[in-house]
């Protein structure tokens, strides 16, 4: 059996307003919670068994996946009583796994969206002998990322976390957030406490000579922190830039989902998505944007790389660029909203109340 521990206990802070009432990894994407666009790509690479490591809003998650029989998979979750970072995490489901000492178990972050070969991620493991692999991806500018260099056979020789000087950059290749560990090695992980894999166990098991490989595979990969993020990752879903067999319908300019409504003269493109129960009205035009349930665009508004929350109402011929709307807020018509802007859940804009000239 292949296992795999899905990180999902983060309190996705830098989302908010999207996260005041769904924890990250179930704030949609495509039609569907982001993470079951992760659950169905582990089932597809062979995965059986998933374990959850759960914490902000831990609630939400099994009333959705219960055991996982759905996606093909079984589902177990575990709770942080206290946050407790990414190897605390991973160490505090260990015993949930059913793998032997050598046995391969898969680790993901809970908030990247990737194009990942998982099976040759753990090929690479297999043939190298690893005591853990790395999924490493090469990006312009690693500043904001923890480096990894790696050797001709790829393996790892040093974390060095987010270099500010030329000088200190000398690789782009990152941590890409996805691991392939011999099942002993997380026992290693002390328990109990707050760890961090990235700063405190990988760091460790290099200097005490453990085999750490890196396998680079840079196709699709974006770290979905950001509200901006979120956005262009739903769109890609849609536009099949990024795969998943979850995404519910064909690839293309829109995705609407059954109970959705759209006026006919209404224009959605760039991979724009209406949930259930969502309304756009005549003559909206909405690009590159993400619409949750209930939602309701009124006539003649322009959206672009926007999302709309749940129950939200954005008023007739208001303008959104690069906004955030939390759930259940009322923008009233003839706005105008730029410049990721953020309106807080359930939040009341009168009409015309705030405007930005092109000029702004």
Same mark, same amino acid.
């Given at each position: 059996?292949?296992?795999?521990?899905?990180?999902?206990?983060?309190?996705?802070?830098?989302? /908010?307003?999207?996260?005041?009432?769904?924890?990250?990894?179930?704030?949609?994407?495509?039609?569907?919670?982001? !993470?079951?666009? #992760?659950?169905?790509?582990?089932?597809?690479?062979?995965?059986?068994?998933?374990?959850?490591?759960?914490?902000?809003?831990?609630?939400?998650?099994?009333?959705?996946?219960?055991?996982? @029989?759905?996606?093909?998979? *079984?589902?177990?979750?575990?709770?942080?009583?206290?946050?407790?970072?990414?190897?605390?995490?991973?160490?505090? &489901?260990?015993?949930?796994?059913? @793998?032997?000492?050598?046995?391969?178990?898969?680790?993901?972050?809970?908030?990247? !969206?990737? =194009?990942?070969?998982?099976?040759?991620?753990?090929?690479?493991?297999?043939?190298?002998?690893?005591?853990?692999?790395?999924?490493?991806?090469?990006?312009?500018?690693?500043?904001?990322?923890?480096?990894?260099?790696?050797?001709?056979?790829?393996? %790892?020789?040093?974390?060095?976390?987010?270099?500010?000087?030329?000088?200190?950059?000398?690789?782009? #290749?990152?941590?890409?957030?996805?691991?392939?560990?011999?099942?002993?090695?997380?026992?290693?992980?002390?328990? $109990?406490?707050?760890? @961090?894999?990235?700063?405190?166990?990988?760091?460790?098991?290099?200097? *005490?000579?453990?085999?750490?490989?890196?396998?680079?595979?840079?196709?699709?990969?974006?770290?979905?922190?950001?509200?901006?993020?979120? &956005?262009?990752?739903?769109?890609?879903? &849609?536009?099949?830039?990024?795969?998943?067999?979850?995404?519910?319908?064909?690839?293309?300019?829109?995705?609407?989902?059954?109970?959705?409504?759209?006026?006919?003269?209404?224009?959605?493109?760039? =991979?724009?998505?209406?949930?259930?129960?969502?309304?756009?009205?005549?003559?909206?035009?909405?690009?590159?944007?993400?619409?949750?349930?209930?939602?309701?665009?009124?006539?003649?508004?322009?959206?672009?790389? *926007?999302?709309? $929350?749940? $129950?939200? /109402?954005? =008023?007739?011929?208001?303008?959104?660029?690069?906004?955030?709307?939390?759930?259940?807020?009322? %923008?009233?018509?003839?706005?105008?909203?730029?410049?990721?802007?953020?309106?807080?859940?359930?939040?009341?804009?009168?009409? =015309? @109340? &705030?405007?930005?000239?092109?000029?702004?």
């Amino acid at each position: 059996m292949t296992e795999a521990i899905l990180l999902v206990g983060g309190k996705g802070t830098r989302l /908010r307003p999207l996260t005041v009432n769904t924890p990250k990894p179930m704030v949609p994407a495509a039609g569907v919670p982001f !993470l079951t666009h #992760q659950l169905a790509r582990a089932r597809a690479a062979g995965v059986e068994h998933v374990v959850l490591a759960t914490s902000y809003l831990a609630e939400v998650f099994e009333p959705h996946f219960g055991d996982g @029989s759905a996606l093909g998979l *079984s589902l177990e979750y575990v709770t942080e009583e206290e946050p407790l970072g990414t190897g605390g995490a991973i160490r505090n &489901v260990a015993s949930r796994l059913h @793998s032997g000492a050598d046995d391969p178990v898969l680790v993901f972050n809970g908030d990247i !969206l990737t =194009g990942l070969d998982i099976r040759a991620l753990v090929a690479t493991h297999a043939d190298s002998g690893a005591d853990v692999s790395l999924h490493l991806t090469r990006v312009d500018d690693p500043r904001a990322f923890g480096l990894v260099p790696t050797d001709p056979t790829g393996r %790892v020789t040093a974390f060095l976390e987010k270099p500010q000087t030329p000088e200190e950059i000398v690789t782009d #290749q990152i941590n890409a957030g996805a691991y392939v560990f011999r099942r002993s090695v997380i026992d290693t992980i002390p328990a $109990g406490r707050p760890v @961090s894999v990235e700063r405190e166990t990988f760091p460790e098991l290099l200097a *005490s000579g453990a085999h750490l490989q890196g396998l680079v595979d840079s196709t699709y990969w974006l770290d979905l922190g950001t509200p901006q993020a979120f &956005v262009r990752g739903s769109a890609d879903l &849609v536009l099949g830039h990024a795969p998943s067999p979850a995404v519910p319908g064909r690839c293309g300019d829109r995705l609407v989902l059954p109970t959705a409504r759209v006026a006919r003269d209404a224009k959605l493109t760039g =991979g724009t998505v209406v949930g259930d129960g969502a309304v756009v009205g005549a003559g909206a035009r909405i690009t590159g944007s993400t619409l949750h349930a209930d939602a309701v665009v009124e006539p003649g508004a322009v959206i672009t790389d *926007s999302l709309i $929350g749940a $129950g939200a /109402r954005i =008023g007739a011929r208001t303008v959104l660029t690069g906004a955030v709307i939390g759930d259940g807020a009322h %923008v009233g018509p003839d706005n105008e909203l730029r410049e990721g802007i953020r309106i807080w859940c359930n939040a009341v804009l009168p009409a =015309g @109340s &705030v405007r930005f000239s092109s000029d702004q």
